[in-house]
């Protein structure tokens, strides 16, 4: 069932939603295992993610390889595969990482870690590791500007106001957007081995990609990495799960089609109230307890959703719930 609020009288806004209440899935966690204790066989993992992942990477090479052998005459090619497949393969490569961030793939918090840093080798720009201490925080700090890297930056906001070009850049750039959060949230950036491990093996795998197999095979990837966080109707995740015209609701989920090629990841709210329950049991979760999801505001479309974003002038980068910083931003 989708829940659709009537937004006819939300005005512009260029300031974020103070709320004063907690965040609201750990309440919502301990109702809905009051409600429904036979949610706890969901909790687990699922180690043929690990399978998943390595045939998108062995997947996303061999396409690159085969552009490659094409030659830069071919570029134009690169970049319609790029947008149509491999925006879909990295945007996975992202949500296994962040099943690998979770440890909901394997037991062993190392061989977690070695599946993020294999996965996130087609993004060519390392991430993996960064986004593991960052998104942790994200949960257990949801809406705290000082510790959570998901919110926007005031700056940011400010500059790309509420007009369908400043959105669509924004949308178009996230990457960089999202990297650049990392200057406002100080002590979370990890620097151990793993992450030196990360910056290798990506940087590594593009110059093999750029060396032996030719440029394209380097555009190939890089813009499959680009379209997969920006400006494609996969972008539209990012305003779903935490941009809404209703302060009351902070966290959305996304029910459509497109979750089937994108491992359930528009299952947010079921994600956050149950983070230890894998990408292929959310489903289940949200058919067992009804209830606590259907009187949600959802989206059916992602495409719908990113259009509506931009050129809707009263959603901005304003449209999030914030909370009293835990510690100076």
């Given at each position: 069932m989708t829940v659709t609020i009537d937004a006819s009288a939300v005005a512009p806004t260029m300031a974020f939603h103070a709320s004063r209440e907690a965040e609201p899935h750990a309440g919502r966690t301990k109702a809905i295992l009051k409600a429904h204790p036979e949610v706890r066989a969901l909790i687990g993992r699922n180690p043929w993610t690990g399978a998943i992942m390595a045939a998108h990477v062995a997947v996303q090479f061999a396409i690159a390889v085969g552009l490659g052998a094409l030659g830069t005459g071919y570029w134009w090619l690169a970049v319609v595969l790029a947008w149509?497949?491999?925006?879909?393969?990295?945007?996975?490569?992202?949500?296994?990482?962040?099943?690998?961030?979770?440890?909901?793939?394997?037991?062993?918090?190392?061989?977690?870690?070695?599946?993020?840093?294999?996965?996130?080798?087609?993004?060519?720009?390392?991430?993996?590791?960064?986004?593991?201490?960052?998104?942790?925080?994200?949960h257990s700090n949801q809406g705290d500007p000082a510790v959570d890297a998901d919110l926007p930056s005031e700056w940011e906001a400010r500059m790309v106001g509420n007009s369908a070009l400043g959105k669509s850049l924004w949308l178009f750039f996230f990457p960089v957007f999202q990297a650049l959060r990392v200057f406002r949230v100080h002590g979370i950036m990890p620097s151990d081995g793993w992450t030196i491990a990360n910056f290798i093996c990506c940087i590594g795998y593009g110059i093999v990609l750029s060396e032996v197999f030719g440029f394209n095979a380097l555009l190939y990837s890089f813009l499959s990495f680009w379209f997969s966080l920006g400006l494609h109707p996969l972008g539209a995740r990012w305003v779903q799960e935490h941009y809404s015209l209703d302060p009351e609701q902070e966290t959305g989920s996304y029910y459509g089609w497109l979750n089937r090629f994108a491992m359930n990841i528009g299952y947010h709210n079921e994600h956050h109230d149950l983070p230890s329950v894998p990408w292929n049991r959310l489903p289940e979760l949200t058919r067992m307890a009804p209830e606590f999801y259907q009187p949600l505001t959802s989206y059916p479309s992602w495409t719908r959703l990113l259009l509506n974003f931009i050129f809707d002038p009263r959603y901005s980068l304003y449209s999030r719930v914030v909370r009293e910083p835990s510690t100076p931003a």
């Open positions: 149509c497949i491999g925006a879909f393969a990295n945007h996975n490569l992202y949500i296994i990482i962040h099943e690998a961030t979770h440890n909901l793939i394997f037991k062993s918090r190392m061989a977690n870690k070695m599946v993020a840093v294999i996965a996130d080798m087609p993004n060519i720009i390392p991430g993996a590791l960064a986004f593991r201490s960052f998104h942790l925080k994200h």
